[in-house]
């Protein structure tokens, strides 16, 4: 398995204030880029993509904007 470059169509820019995978950005290790894709495979390589941080750090933050999301959710509701 190795980068064929095809990934580079496939390429995410930053999000500015929400972290990546809470914008559905998805990273191949292969590749080592942050992609925009559906799929769980990465285009390019075939590697399974990660949809989630590694650091305890960043793990905390998305279920932080996760739990804001779901709150926000059940209000919108119950209106």
């Known amino acids: 398995m190795t980068c064929k470059g095809i990934c580079i169509r496939h390429k995410a820019l930053k999000p500015v204030g929400t972290g990546r995978y809470s914008n559905g950005q998805k ?35 998305l279920r932080a904007r996760r739990k804001i999301q779901e709150y926000q959710l059940m209000i919108q509701k119950r209106q």
């Open 27 to 61: 990273r191949c290790q292969i590749c080592e880029l942050f992609l925009i894709w559906d799929g769980l495979w990465c285009p390019c390589c075939g590697y399974r993509l990660r949809t989630r941080p590694r650091n305890l750090k960043y793990k905390a933050k």
